[in-house]
Each structure stands twice: as C-alpha cells, then as structure tokens.
C-alpha cells in the first residue's frame, strides 16, 4: 500500500505510464496479502488471485474499483481464505469487484452476462496456480469466440446505447472519458471485438492505442484533481485539469481529447459497420453517379475512375452516401484521400450544385463529413476550415465544438428547405455563420470578410455571395432582438427592417436563427425565445412588404384584462403557468420589489413589462422559467408579493440570506468580464434603453431595478438573458418626467448606481 501512496503522490507519472506502474504495486500489495492469507489458510486444492477487468487490462486509474477473482479446483475452505484476502483490501478503503468460483462455474457465467464474458478476456495472474489462470483465460476466450454471433450484435447494441445516453466524447463540453461515445469503453468493445474474430487492421490498432493514451491521461488527471474517481470532465474542472496531463491550458486539453476521441469513434464506426454489412442480404449493385456504385451497402468507386482527374468526383460520392444514409467504404476513402486534389478555384460547373446537395440531405450528411474529415478530405473542399477543426467553445452555452457546431446548424437547417425560396443559401448560411471562430478578432467581422472570398470561388454571383455575407453578419440579429428590446417599439421594428433590406434575407436568418440555436444548446432555444422571434419576423415582414410600420405592431401589454384590472384601482394578482401580473398604485420600486420576490422564491426572469396610467395605477407582469421539478406554486408567491408591496417584508435581508446558500455551477471557462452599462438612444421612439452586462448573481435583477428606482427612473419593458455566466439584460426606461434619459449627468449617476449595486 505505501508503494501505491508513492506512485499517486509522483507528479512525474502521468496517464498510462502511473496506471501501469499503480498495476504493478497493487499487484506486489495483492501478493503479499495472498501470502498472509495462505499462511493462515491452507486448502488443499489448487487456487489463484486473478486481476480481470480495468485491472487485468492494466488500466487502473488512482481511484479504479479492483476487480479480482479468486478461482479454485473446489477447495472446501476457500471462503476463509477469501475473506482473509478481502479484509485488507476492504480495510484500504479501496472499491472491490470481487468472486470466488471454480473455473466452470465463471465460464457458465459468462455464457450468460455478457459484462462477465468480457471480464474473462483480461484475466491476468497475480498469484497463486498460474496454471489455473491460464485456463481460465483460455476458457473464458474460448467461449467468448463459441458465442460471437451472439455477443457481437450485444457489444454493437450496447454501444449504441451508451451514445444515446451519454452522448460524444470529441464533441461535448463536458464529455464522459469512459463510457461516451469514442471514450474508453469504445476502445475495450473494439479489442473485445477483435478476440472474437473481427479483423482490425494494424493501423486502426495504433490509432486506438494513441487514443487509449490521451483518454487514460486525461481521466487519470481528472481522479487526481477530484480526489475520487469521476468520469465526466465538467468545464469548471479543464483549467485544473489541463496541467496535470500535460497540457499549457484547457483549450489544448479539449482539443487534444476531442481529436483522440473522434478517431476512435471513426475507427469504431468502420468496424461496426462492417460487422452489421457482413450480415445483411447481399443487393444488386446500383450506379448511382458516372463511376459511383452502391455496392453491399456501401459506396463504392469504380476501380476505373481517377480520382485526380475529377475535382468533382469527391462531392458526387459524399452526396450519393448521405442520401443513401451509408458509409463511403475504407479503400474508397482511402483512393480519393491519396488521389484527390484541393477543389480549383474557382470551383468546376456543377461543384457548387453537389455541394449543396450534400448538406440538404440534413443530419444523414453529418457522419459522411465526419468521414471526409478524418481522411483529410474536408480541408481539401473548403481549405478555410481547418483552424475550425476540433476547437473547443469552453462555455455551457455550446454544447459542441465549433466545426460540430456548424454541421449540427446546416443539418437544421435543411429542415427549413420548403420553407425558404433559396434553401441553397440558407444551408450555406448555415456552414459558414461562425466560420471565423477558428480566426483572431471578431468571428462575425472575420466571418463576412471570408465569405466575400469564398463566394466567388465556391461558384456564387455577386448577389448570391452579398445575401450569405449579411447572413453571417446578422446571424445573431434576431435572437439578440427578440429577446432585448420591445418588440411593441416602431423603432425596433425599422431598425431590423432597414438591416435585412428583403423578406429573402429576413426569411433566410429566421430558419438560420432557429437551425443555429438548437445546435447550440438547450438553453439557447425554447418556446418562448421561438414565440418572440416568431413575433418579429411577422411584424419586418409587414414592414418589408409596404405596410405602414403602426400597422406592423400592436400593443402586447397591458391586453384588455390587465387594463380592466387596472381600472379596478387596487392591488390585484394575475398567474398563469409561466407568469405573473401584478396591479397596484404607482409607486416607485414597485418592479424591483416584484422581482425580488420572484428571485426569493427561486425563479427566473425571462421578461417583464410595466405600464402606468392617468389615475395612477401601475401593472407589471414577468415571464418566468417553469421549474423542471414542475408547476409553479404560486400561492407562497403571491404572498409574499402582498408583504412587500405593504411593506411588511424585510426583502433585502431575506435575499442575503439566500444569496449565501446560492451556488451556481460555473457554465463558462476563463475570467468573467466586469459589469458594465450600455445607453442607446436611437433603438426605441419614446425611451431609453439600458443594456447590463455583468457576472450572474442571485436577485441580479431586484438589484439592478432597484438602482434604477433610486435615481428616478421608470422601468416600462425589461429583457432578461444568460448566456454563460453572464446575464444581459436591457430595460425601456424614462425619467420620472416620462421623457428619454439625456442629461449626461443622469446617465453618469445611472451607470454609478447600477455598478456600485453590483459590486457589493
């Protein structure tokens, strides 16, 4: 045990070298223990100590579970020595995986429970009979082969599983090391594959063994940092993780993972695929393009094709292949990888007709990119994607690396193809709309000058290539509006009319909107977001198609039952399952107190508007986040808006208290940029808007409302957003003379008010 102690405190062995030389003190530890135990116990029979699993493949992590077995000839007492070997492992406080059984009885387990068959694959001796656990190896081995049309169709199922459930390892924020797709466990089904017959090529092998390392580094350096054993590496924990594998920082950490795991996942693919093809009925084979043939499910290129001698010929078979939803088989990748040529500029007739045709198949498209990728043939089709490749967005906000990211978006996006009068531009919009992450400076700035080069060569006239460059530029235009300014605003309404110029690109950025923010994230797209962006596009649309713009909005709040709730003249409540309407005398901090109350009962503002009146009434009503545990209750809630409101709740006490119980996982990696405040005068008719920026903390916007009250000022509509760490709110505000907030002075004591309330 102090060996093990010494190898985990040894900061110089990393990844595979500490887990084989943690293997090999366990396994001095574990000889002694049988010795111990031999020496108190005898048996007459034979017996042995075996390492199976993790432990017997030589991969223990610090905090690995050991998974032994103690096999015998049916000596009568081996349950006393069992127990005298258990005892001190368990006394250790390590996890133990631990039987005891005879070597038929661990064979006919295994025929049954597949977890064991696998187990008996990795048998390795630690003492005791070695000839015992050599046939106990053979055996399990053995069998394993026996049933390998049974236990190859279970392993594929199995893996398929485990991405549904845990998703991918090269592609995640925060991916699991062992059990995600292209992770750990993806390399043990393939070598368990392998033992039953499955052909692996040498090539294939090094690829997973240098995969195996990067993983076995990483989550080995995940166990130290955690000091337990964890498998899912979470974005607050890659800065510190990053270091102890190697690495200069976590960027390099999740690219260096996300390139090691995507190659495991392509080899693992392959393989998969051929084991189902060599089950399935034998078809005719089908010429789906000059030199293009679906041969055994797969496509295939006509040996007497040259690739060199066809710029074309590479997207002909990726479009054939994502139509078809198959693979591009191994020799052809290879042939067109060792053959084919960047794509000329400017792109033969017809490329860009191919090439639109492949990303219109929509998600079917993605893993035959994913294959061009591997083989160095993507870059060859669009050279500017290579800085794009496997870099990591180390925000909770994206769950995808960039190069994913784009993929995901343009295989939304096809799903718009009938609704938009040139589907071709929007997919195209789609592929290229963050194309300038991979780039220094800013990725939108970046982005359009790139598309004002790649449009000509791509094959695309003027026009075509003007309409992509406003796509990317205005990729965030709808979101961002939508969801921070009042959308009831005449000015809102021309300031985005007067962007997009047409319905055509109005229509083209709404399917790219939503296409870009379900490959985004969960958090980047839901109903409410959908109903606000719905709402603009029909109001720009009315604008754009010679409509007066008062005929292009109308008034969202108060509706005519707010209005009549109002003309009652005394506080009054209104809830429906993700709001709440408050009515009552205008006083000022009224809408801080609200969102106050909202913030002690735990719920999240999406949105809120305030409107007052001649006699003196005031109404507000905020939209808020629906629990995922369920509906909202709001009794409580109510409540406790009556105290505060009367002035009978001590509000900013209550809110410390639960600020000093609020912890909120950290979704974003890096420093947090210092709050800040944003005037702009020209975005509504008849108000100032404030936008805040800053770190996301509990009751932010009580906080911030409450600021605003103290300096006189009168919130009519407020937005509420996080993105990351960060909210982003923007509030419609007017100075207690009802005009915009000019005077310099004012805005300075705004802006001081807003950040001193921040900052304590």
Request: glycine share 6%; hydrophobic share 45%; with cysteine.
């Amino acid at each position: 045990m102090q060996r093990r102690q010494q190898i985990l405190a040894d900061s110089n062995l990393r990844g595979v070298r500490l887990t084989r030389s943690l293997c090999q003190a366990t396994d001095e530890w574990l000889q002694s223990v049988w010795q111990s135990a031999n020496e108190a116990v005898t048996i007459s029979k034979r017996a042995a100590l075996v390492a199976v699993g993790g432990y017997g493949r030589g991969e223990l992590a610090p905090f690995s579970d050991l998974d032994v077995m103690l096999i015998h000839d049916g000596a009568k007492n081996i349950d006393d020595l069992a127990a005298m070997i258990w005892y001190p492992i368990w006394d250790s406080g390590i996890k133990l995986g631990h039987s005891v059984c005879t070597v038929k009885q661990a064979v006919e387990l295994a025929k049954s429970e597949l977890d064991a068959a696998t187990a008996l694959l990795s048998v390795r001796c630690l003492a005791g009979d070695s000839t015992l656990a050599d046939e106990l190896s053979a055996e399990g081995i053995k069998a394993w082969k026996a049933s390998s049309s049974v236990r190859l169709p279970e392993l594929m199922r199995r893996v398929r599983e485990r991405q549904l459930e845990h998703g991918e390892v090269a592609f995640l924020l925060e991916p699991n090391l062992k059990e995600g797709y292209g992770g750990l466990r993806d390399i043990h089904a393939l070598t368990w594959a392998q033992a039953a017959g499955v052909s692996i090529t040498p090539a294939d092998r090094d690829t997973l063994d240098a995969g195996r390392d990067v993983l076995m580094a990483v989550r080995v350096a995940l166990h130290r940092q955690m000091g337990r054993a964890v498998e899912v590496m979470h974005l607050e924990d890659q800065d510190a993780v990053a270091p102890l594998c190697g690495y200069r920082n976590a960027d390099d950490l999740v690219a260096a993972l996300s390139n090691a795991a995507r190659a495991v996942a392509w080899v693992g693919d392959e393989v998969w695929a051929r084991i189902a093809s060599a089950k399935a009925k034998s078809i005719p084979d089908q010429h789906l393009a000059p030199g293009v043939i679906l041969h055994d499910g797969e496509i295939h290129l006509d040996e007497t094709v040259d690739p060199s001698s066809d710029p074309t010929l590479l997207l002909r078979v990726a479009a054939a292949a994502a139509r078809h939803k198959t693979r591009i088989d191994r020799p052809t990748l290879d042939r067109l990888a060792e053959f084919s040529a960047p794509m000329p500029s400017p792109w033969p007739v017809g490329a860009i007709d191919d090439f639109v045709g492949l990303l219109l198949t929509g998600h079917d498209a993605i893993p035959v990119l994913e294959a061009l990728d591997q083989r160095g043939l993507w870059v060859k089709v669009l050279p500017e994607w290579a800085p794009n490749r496997s870099k990591p967005q180390r925000n909770a906000y994206h769950r995808f690396t960039v190069d994913r990211h784009l993929w995901e978006a343009t295989a939304n996006a096809a799903s718009w193809a009938d609704r938009v009068a040139r589907p071709d531009l929007l997919v195209l919009g789609a592929l290229f709309h963050d194309i300038g992450k991979g780039y220094p400076g800013d990725h939108t700035e970046v982005g359009v000058v790139m598309v004002e080069r790649m449009g000509p060569r791509l094959g695309l006239n003027s026009d075509d290539t003007e309409i992509l460059c406003s796509m990317v530029k205005n990729h965030l235009l709808l979101p961002d509006v939508a969801t921070r300014r009042d959308l009831a605003d005449s000015a809102t309404i021309m300031m985005v009319a007067e962007e997009v110029k047409t319905s055509l690109v109005l229509d083209l950025l709404h399917g790219l909107t939503e296409a870009d923010s379900l490959a985004t994230g969960t958090s980047a797209w839901g109903s409410w977001k959908a109903e606000l962006v719905n709402d603009l596009v029909r109001r720009v649309h009315l604008v754009l198609g010679g409509a007066g713009v008062e005929d292009a909005q109308w008034r969202l709040f108060p509706d005519a039952e707010v209005l009549e709730m109002m003309a009652g003249g005394v506080v009054t409540f209104g809830v429906s399952d993700d709001s709440v309407t408050v009515v009552s005398p205008d006083r000022p901090g009224t809408f801080s107190r609200v969102a106050g109350v909202l913030a002690l009962h735990g719920l999240s503002v999406l949105g809120a508007q305030a409107h007052s009146d001649e006699q003196g009434m005031a109404a507000s009503q905020f939209r808020v986040v629906v629990p995922a545990h369920g509906p909202i209750e709001w009794a409580p809630v109510i409540t406790n808006l009556t105290r505060a409101l009367n002035g009978e709740l001590a509000l900013e006490s209550r809110l410390a208290e639960r600020a000093k119980t609020y912890r909120r996982k950290r979704r974003s990696a890096g420093e947090l940029a210092p709050a800040r405040v944003t005037f702009f005068d020209e975005a509504s008719s008849n108000a100032t808007v404030i936008e805040v920026r800053a770190p996301d903390q509990h009751g932010i916007l009580h906080r911030v409302t409450k600021a605003m009250a103290d300096v006189g000022l009168d919130i009519r509509h407020a937005t509420v957003q996080t993105i990351g760490d960060e909210v982003v709110d923007a509030f419609y505000v007017r100075t207690a003379s009802g005009a915009k907030l000019t005077d310099q002075f004012h805005r300075q004591e705004v802006e001081r008010a807003i950040l001193f309330t921040l900052s304590v």
